[in-house]
Nanobody, 120 residues
Framework: QVQLVESGGGLVQAGGSLRLSCAAS????????MGWYRQAPGKQRELVAA???????NYADSVKGRFTISRDNAKNTVYLQMNSLKPEDTAVYYC??????????????WGQGTLVTVSS
């Protein structure tokens, strides 16, 4: 079984910064893509940023230039550095990972979510 454990959410004022972390553990052979999604109240979950095992990244237009995704492959951990936060960034942030289990089965797993609240 594979699980993701997230940390780093909290309350911050507009213009501030937060760093989210997400560590994968369990019966993992390899992790390919990892990403961060968010869901604001009354809205659908949306992709914030994603990163492949090779380091290629993809960002939502709304966070380009403010957020940076990175990963430590040795630790199966992904990070999201969020700068210049805005009230509209307020949401529950979810980590996602895709890869293979030690039994070479496809895996996709979600974290439990961490709340980010940006006050104006």
């Amino acid at each position: 079984q594979v699980q993701l454990v997230e940390s780093g959410g909290g309350l911050v004022q507009a213009g501030g910064s937060l760093r989210l972390s997400c560590a994968a553990s369990g019966s993992i052979f390899s992790i390919n893509a990892m990403g961060w999604y968010r869901q604001a109240p009354g809205k659908q979950r949306e992709l914030v940023a994603a990163i492949t095992g090779g380091g290629s990244t993809n960002y939502a237009d709304s966070v380009k230039g403010r957020f940076t995704i990175s990963r430590d492959n040795a630790k199966n951990t992904v990070y999201l550095q969020m700068n210049s936060l805005k009230p509209e960034d307020t949401a529950v942030y979810y980590c996602n990972a895709e890869g293979l289990t030690q039994g070479y089965r496809y895996l996709e797993v979600w974290g439990q979510g961490t709340l980010v609240t940006v006050s104006s």
